[in-house]
């Protein structure tokens, strides 16, 4: 009897040696393959109270670890609030100078004639689209650079005035790049108050959907997407919604389903087999936070 049982506690030793150096392979293969780190960045909160919710469930719930706010929206002071409940969550400004939705509009925080339309709202693009209906773009006007500079310091410091855990700076619209100096601008005023700029980190992009329509197809690419990942830093951009009242009201066309499409991003931000697949990847999620500023 005690022979069985000093043989079978040699097996067992022996089976929990093999795991543990099976084990300890896996780990120093990946730290021979580099580390992958991934950010993903809810954009666009204050645009819509349900975004402003949106935002804040996919931190609390699912894998979003950075939100941009645009601060000359209508909801800036509800995603203030829902922030400052909410520290650990990393804040950038998503910095605005175009209003395209058509029953949203948005003005700047300051007086800057080159940059609006005759009713005194932003543009509704940067640079127009030759391939849909015609819309008022920034770049067919005589802007003025003095001006953009006063409104992008205007959100910058009206977000550094409410939210302490402000760490970097990014895009709404790709504005930063309607200019070389425009991008030079925001470079330096990166520099001044002490943030990163989203152009500067040198993040890969994760890619999207690819031709996906529903919200399963969309989860299946993502999860596609986060196995195919290679050492790295990488970012995933989107925007969390709900589908609802507000958001049916935004285009003249209902067709445009806004609320649809983002309440997929929702969805998948907070769904267990993307997390199940971002762990089973060894894949950290970050924030820029976590990154070292670039200046």
Same mark, same amino acid.
């Given at each position: ?6 043989? !079978?506690?040699?097996?067992?030793a ?6 543990? +150096? ?5 780990? %120093?293969?990946?730290? $021979? ?6 950010? !993903? ?6 645009? !819509? ?5 949106? +935002?804040?469930?996919?931190f609390?719930e ?14 800036f002071?509800?995603?203030? &609030?829902?922030?400052?409940?909410n520290?650990? !969550? ?5 910095l ?6 058509d029953?949203?509009k ?6 800057? *004639? ?5 009713d ?13 209906? *015609?819309?008022? +773009? ?11 500079? $006063?409104?992008?310091?205007a ?5 550094r &005035?409410?939210l302490? $855990?402000?760490?970097?700076? %990014?895009?709404?619209m790709?504005c930063?790049?309607?200019? &070389? ?5 925001? $470079?330096?005023?990166a520099?001044e108050?002490?943030?990163?700029f989203?152009?500067d ?5 994760? *890619?999207?959907?690819?031709?996906a329509?529903?919200?399963s197809d969309?989860m ?9 990942? %290679?050492p ?12 609802g ?10 067709a ?18 993307v997390?199940k697949?971002?762990?089973?990847k060894?894949?950290?999620?970050i ?5 070292k500023?670039?200046y």
């Amino acid at each position: 009897m005690i022979a069985q049982t000093r043989k !079978f506690l040699q097996i067992i030793a022996i089976v929990l040696i093999a795991v543990i +150096c099976q084990s300890s392979i896996e780990e %120093t293969g990946r730290s $021979q393959m580099g580390s992958i780190k991934l950010i !993903f960045r809810a954009d666009d909160m204050a645009s !819509f109270h349900s975004a402003n919710i949106a +935002c804040i469930k996919t931190f609390r719930e699912g894998i979003a670890r950075s939100v941009e706010i645009m601060v000359p929206c209508a909801w800036f002071p509800d995603a203030v &609030k829902m922030l400052n409940e909410n520290p650990g !969550f990393d804040v950038g400004v998503h910095l605005v100078l175009t209003s395209e939705w058509d029953n949203v509009k948005w003005r700047p925080l300051t007086h800057a *004639p080159s940059l609006v339309d005759k009713d005194g709202y932003f543009y509704q693009s940067i640079w127009g689209d030759a391939n849909k209906k *015609p819309i008022n +773009c920034l770049l067919g006007t005589d802007w003025k650079i003095e001006e953009v500079e $006063q409104e992008l310091r205007a959100q910058i410091e009206l977000a550094r &005035k409410h939210l302490p $855990q402000l760490t970097h700076l %990014t895009a709404h619209m790709g504005c930063t790049n309607m200019s &070389k100096e425009v991008k030079a601008l925001v $470079q330096r005023l990166a520099k001044e108050y002490k943030l990163g700029f989203e152009d500067d980190y040198g993040l890969k992009e994760m *890619p999207g959907y690819g031709k996906a329509v529903s919200t399963s197809d969309k989860m299946e690419a993502v999860i596609r997407n986060i196995n195919e990942l %290679t050492p790295g830093t990488w970012v995933s951009i989107d925007h969390p919604g709900l589908e609802g009242a507000e958001m049916q009201t935004v285009n003249y066309n209902p067709a445009d389903n806004l609320g649809k499409e983002r309440q997929a991003v929702t969805d998948i931000w907070t769904n267990e087999k993307v997390k199940k697949a971002l762990q089973e990847k060894g894949v950290e999620i970050i924030g820029y936070k976590d990154i070292k500023t670039p200046y």
